[in-house]
């Protein structure tokens, strides 16, 4: 047996051993670490390698970009848990309630726009399930539209700006860059950032919110009872259109000042974020929803949230560390560059194998473990790192609507009511599966939607 | 007999939970901190158009500790992220089972590798006082790399006590919880 063999064994082994539900930051890094010890007694493993381990985790600890993202969650849990979110909703469902499918666009813009910043499917859709669903239900919506609505625009929130999952793909993008520099013998190439990725991913993300409201007007005409306008006794609040007005600028105002100083390039994603954190701080002391126990509360949850997002960074860069000193990278670099078909071929099976263990695995283990693997070969092939990381959001925001494994479709399961048969789910999903897939053939046939606007802004 | 040694040993999961809750709440005001700090060197920078090195260093490593010391606390919260298509389902033994595996193959094996490494790291920086490498650092990169070895510490201490707790249910067929979770969150 070879090295390299093992190095693929070591990879599904610890896929199998992912799904018996210990936590995955040890998963990985303890199933790699037992396959350093096998290596060794294989003679095919330096265990001195793993003397580097320490001193990688400090390289993650010093990492200032790394920084924006426990800004984030407190930004996303700040204005949850003082309920801005929520009034926001309600505000918006009552000015464009009085539409068909008002109510509809109002969650697709809220969930889209606020989406928890948490980097978690799970929690997303867990908490747009819980604000939403049981509104639109009372409206009279059809549940399958409903449901198709809130898996897609919960899921949708976790790859539009400014999130954490973009941050956290950049800082890795930015390695697999360096490496395939390597490959090709190229100099140093530029350096990607969150804010580039932030740039790329924005025009991606207007085209699926677009996409999703052409389906809902579209439903409106043709199939009206599936999700009608608010009865009058709802939409109470239509006269006082000031108070609704003060309820949907401040938040609105807070993420157009995170975004454009992002997007404008004066500010870093960490300034912004940080920004985004004071403010949405402020917002919650303007509307009296401030005190003492809702910062304790939300310092908390900031810290067990990113507290579980690093340690699943340390855990995967272990099994990194092991899976290049067995040689793993080499094997997948040497068979997608050997592919009949050429670099098109390599990208579509990636893409594919991501779709597909998108179903096990949750945004972070396949940012922190398969793209590290297949993205430095990837760009040498010449794809756009850009580009590659916005396909593989998408992408895997597809995978995470398909039944009948897809993780949005279980959690929205969860927290809906129980007259919601889960067939519905299944069934509400399907159209925004079909515009996913659209919008994925449209990017790689026109990439500039990803790399015109970085390109633009920041004159790369 | 017997139950003496349970008592015994919830005893001991009692008091690791209490240390990581104490240690987690603490670090949880690291980051209201770390926010402020952060949103000064903003202001400073684009109002007044000044800034230290120092600064910028102390909320990264401020960050560090928030997640590093912070980790075992997440652990006692079941904070660190499943894949849970089987676990969420499962019966109280398969969890107990599969917990018990965890620490034994996983979680034990690579904090102890992970201490043994960073270990004589820190120890080392210690003896020499090491300085932040960058200019107009903080002076003490020590405390920085001693992070790692504590975070094994109270990491580990974290998954005793909750094998502690597996071990117990499968052997008294009842779930055994933290004497702490009824009343945590609300009660501090």
Request: proline letters at 4%.
């Amino acid at each position: 047996m070879t090295e390299e063999y093992l190095a693929l064994i070591m990879f599904l082994v610890t896929i199998v051993a992912l799904l018996l539900g210990f936590p995955v930051a040890l998963t990985l890094g303890g199933s790699a670490l037992l396959f350093a010890f096998i290596g060794e007694y294989l003679d095919l493993f330096n265990l001195g390698l793993l003397n580097v381990y320490p001193l990688r985790i400090l390289g993650v600890m010093k990492t200032e970009t790394l920084v924006a993202v426990p800004l984030f969650i407190f930004m996303g849990v700040m204005l949850d848990r003082s309920n801005l979110a929520g009034d926001l909703l309600d505000a918006m469902g009552r000015m464009f309630g009085k539409l068909r499918g008002g109510l509809g666009v109002s969650v697709l813009l809220v969930g889209a726009l606020l989406a928890a910043s948490t980097g978690i499917v799970g929690a997303t859709v867990v908490t747009m399930g819980l604000m939403s669903y049981p509104v639109m239900l009372r409206a009279g919506y059809d549940p399958k539209l409903a449901a198709g609505l809130i898996c897609s625009s919960g899921t949708l929130g976790q790859i539009i700006p400014p999130s954490i999952v973009l941050i956290l793909l950049a800082d890795i993008l930015q390695g697999a860059n360096e490496q395939a520099s390597e490959i090709k013998g190229d100099l140093v190439p530029e350096p990607i950032t969150a804010i580039d990725l932030f740039a790329g991913a924005f025009l991606p993300g207007l085209f699926l919110v677009g996409l999703y409201l052409c389906w809902l007007v579209f439903q409106a005409v043709i199939n009206p009872t599936s999700c009608p306008s608010l009865k009058t006794d709802e939409a109470q609040g239509q006269v006082k259109l000031s108070e609704i007005l003060r309820v949907i600028f401040p938040p609105l105002i807070l993420i157009v000042a995170v975004l454009g100083s992002i997007l404008s390039g004066i500010a870093t994603a960490t300034e912004s974020a940080a920004v985004g954190a004071v403010g949405a701080t402020f917002l919650a002391m303007n509307a009296g929803k401030f005190n003492l126990s809702i910062l304790q509360d939300v310092s908390r949850e900031t810290t067990k949230i990113s507290s579980m997002v690093f340690i699943i960074l340390i855990g995967a860069s272990l099994f990194s560390l092991v899976f290049r000193g067995l040689g793993g990278d080499e094997v997948v670099e040497e068979f997608l560059q050997n592919l009949p078909g050429g670099a098109f071929s390599a990208m579509l099976l990636v893409m594919l194998v991501i779709f597909f263990l998108g179903f096990f695995l949750d945004f972070i283990e396949i940012i922190f473990v398969v793209v590290p693997i297949v993205a430095p070969t990837l760009i040498a092939l010449g794809y756009s790192p850009l580009w590659l990381g916005v396909m593989i959001g998408v992408n895997l925001q597809t995978s995470f609507l398909t039944p009948p494994f897809g993780f949005a479709l279980f959690y929205l399961r969860g927290v809906a009511p129980a007259e919601v048969q889960t067939s519905m789910i299944y069934k509400g999903v399907i159209p925004f599966i079909f515009l996913q897939l659209f919008a994925l053939a449209v990017f790689w046939m026109f990439p500039e939607i990803v790399t015109w606007l970085p390109g633009e802004l920041f004159k790369k | 007999m017997v139950r003496q040694l349970f008592n015994y040993l919830k005893h001991v999961a009692d008091f690791i939970d209490k240390i990581n809750q104490y240690v987690g709440h603490a670090v949880s005001w690291l980051v209201v901190f770390m926010v402020l700090n952060v949103f000064v060197v903003v202001v400073l920078r684009y109002v007044f158009n000044v800034g230290w090195v120092w600064m910028q260093e102390l909320y990264v490593w401020t960050h560090a500790v928030i997640f590093m010391l912070g980790a075992g606390y997440t652990l006692l919260q079941d904070g660190h992220v499943r894949i849970d298509l089987i676990y969420r389902t499962a019966s109280e033994r398969y969890k107990a089972v599969v917990n018990i595996l965890g620490c034994f193959f996983f979680a034990f094996p690579l904090i102890y590798i992970l201490f043994t490494r960073s270990y004589p790291l820190a120890e080392r920086s210690f003896q020499t006082l090491e300085k932040s490498s960058e200019a107009g650092g903080i002076p003490a990169l020590f405390i920085l790399k001693a992070v790692i070895p504590l975070f094994c510490v109270l990491f580990g201490l974290q998954f005793l006590s909750m094998m502690i707790r597996s071990f117990l249910t499968l052997i008294t067929s009842t779930d055994v919880p933290s004497s702490l979770n009824n009343n945590q969150e609300q009660s501090l």
